[in-house]
T-cell receptor, first 112, second 113 residues
Framework: DAKTTQPPSMDCAEGRAANLPCNHS???????VYWYRQIHSQGPQYIIH?????ETNEMASLIITEDRKSSTLILPHATLRDTAVYYC?????????????WGLGTSLAVNP | DGGITQSPKYLFRKEGQNVTLSCEQN?????MYWYRQDPGQGLRLIYY???????QKGDIAEGYSVSREKKESFPLTVTSAQKNPTAFYLC????????????FGPGTRLTVL
């Protein structure tokens, strides 16, 4: 079963903020939320992660709701190079098994 | 520079041949992973290894084999038993402690003719 739900595609104008939503209603208390992006035919690139608090780094900001059932990745000033598929991921635990569950992601198109 | 390398970037093989994909990292990460990606799909975990000489099956391990003889290396063999081997293969590594975000290599695109 999918652990996260994201819109399949979004558009954003260059220079504007891109807000990418993600639902993770079954997340457990000790599970992190990760965001990655993948530019066509390249390996995914780590963006940011969070547990409970909002996080910011040089690439993006991550806003996590108080109930942790959803989050939003914010690219404050999108550029054409931000066009990519963005994946919101949570990690599951199964005994000693830790793995990331990847969904289909959101294809973000940044338009000039 | 630290990072993960995968070679080759493109690989062509005839049906029925085994092929080994290379993955090397110099990040001093304990854990390494292999994923498969098909067009328009997310990543699916094939195998992962948390420590040298130990590895675990992921969700789609059938038809694949791995070894972890060195911390830096985690080669993946696609055997003739894999029914549909044509795909984009991605290797990743991470530290073992949370939040253990994964860092990816550039990928190998395997085409079986």
């Amino acid at each position: 079963d999918a652990k996260t739900t994201q819109p399949p595609s979004m558009d954003c104008a260059e220079g504007r903020a891109a807000n990418l939503p993600c639902n993770h209603s079954t997340i457990s208390g000790n599970e992190y939320v990760y965001w990655y992006r993948q530019i066509h035919s390249q390996g995914p690139q780590y963006i940011i992660h969070g547990l409970k608090n909002n996080e910011t780094n040089e690439m993006a900001s991550l806003i996590i709701t108080e109930d942790r059932k959803s989050s939003t990745l914010i690219l404050p000033h999108a550029t054409l190079r931000d066009t990519a598929v963005y994946y919101c991921i949570v990690r599951i635990y199964a005994g000693n098994n830790r793995k990331l569950i990847w969904g289909l992601g959101t294809s973000l198109a940044v338009n000039p | 520079d630290g990072g993960i390398t995968q070679s080759p970037k493109y690989l062509f093989r005839k049906e029925g041949q085994n092929v080994t994909l290379s993955c090397e990292q110099n990040l001093n990460h304990d854990a390494m992973y292999w994923y498969r990606q098909d067009p328009g799909q997310g990543l699916r975990l094939i195998y992962y290894s948390q420590i040298v000489n130990d590895f675990q099956k992921g969700d789609i391990a059938e038809g694949y084999s791995v070894s972890r003889e060195k911390k830096e290396s985690f080669p993946l063999t696609v055997t003739s038993a894999q029914k549909n081997p044509t795909a984009f293969y991605l290797c990743a590594s991470s530290i073992e402690q949370p939040p253990n975000e994964q860092f990816f290599g550039p990928g190998t695109r395997l085409t079986v003719l």
